[in-house]
């Protein structure tokens, strides 16, 4: 079966077309149609952009820090072989629309005064903004990601619940307040989940949790993200 030709979204050529069986493409590699020079590829299905490198998937003033702290989410299974890195560099990532949007917030200062019309109450009395946990790793990254209170905690509650060391749940987004927690399962194609209960309850400081659904603007590269809470 040939799959039709695709221009690519980036320089506006026709993009290059690798002969082969179509299979499901996991990274950048597999695909089919793909314009070399900026790195970009269209999946063998429902065409989603990949990327060659992931970190190209997200606006440049976020870039910092991103795969060091992909690598070290809490779900370690989903980490090895670079699998969560690579899904990262999908048009369609939640991780990376979900990182876009909390490190921007985190970059700008802006956490409490975003989260508190979308129902939050009480944040923007808090004297600064929280520390941040995506996926279970401190944002930006700690030497030592257990140097971190809540990462423990959680750690804790998995094992607790008779979790896999290297298959643990992971929260979405952990913001962590003086005083309270709130606690984001992100929901951007996929339909609702909800972190474990238990896990959220394990935690000594009491917690909001809240679903964010996302949707994107549109499909183009900058990744603008948000509209429903
Ligand atoms: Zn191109």
Redesign the pocket.
């Known amino acids: 079966m040939k799959l039709p030709v695709l221009i690519?979204?980036?320089?506006?050529?026709e993009?290059s077309y690798k002969e082969g069986r179509p299979e499901t493409a996991r990274k950048y590699e597999s695909c089919i149609r793909r314009?070399?020079?900026?790195?970009?590829g269209y999946s063998n299905t429902f065409p989603t952009l990949i990327y060659r490198h992931p970190i190209q998937n997200i606006p440049c003033e976020v870039q910092s820090y991103a795969k060091d702290v992909v690598d070290k989410a809490l779900n370690e299974a989903n980490c090895k072989n670079n699998k969560k890195w690579e899904r990262f560099g999908f048009s369609t990532s939640e991780d990376a629309l979900t990182w876009t949007f909390f490190v921007w917030l985190q970059n700008e200062g802006m956490i409490r005064k975003v989260l508190s019309p979308a129902g939050i109450n009480g944040l923007q009395k808090i004297g600064e903004e929280p520390d941040m946990l995506l996926w279970g790793a401190p944002v930006p990254p700690l030497q030592d990601s257990r140097d971190s209170n809540i990462r423990r905690e959680i750690e804790d509650i998995s094992d607790k619940i008779g979790e896999r060391k290297d298959y643990r749940s992971e929260p979405d987004v952990v913001l962590d307040f003086p005083e309270k927690l709130v606690v984001i399962e992100v929901n951007y194609l996929s339909g609702n989940r909800r972190i474990g209960n238990e896990l959220a309850e394990g935690l000594n400081k009491p917690f909001v949790l809240v679903n964010l659904v996302m949707r994107k603007k549109s499909n183009n590269k900058d990744n603008e993200s948000v509209q429903k809470f």
């Open positions: 690519c979204p980036n320089c506006g050529k993009m314009c070399e020079s900026c790195g970009i």
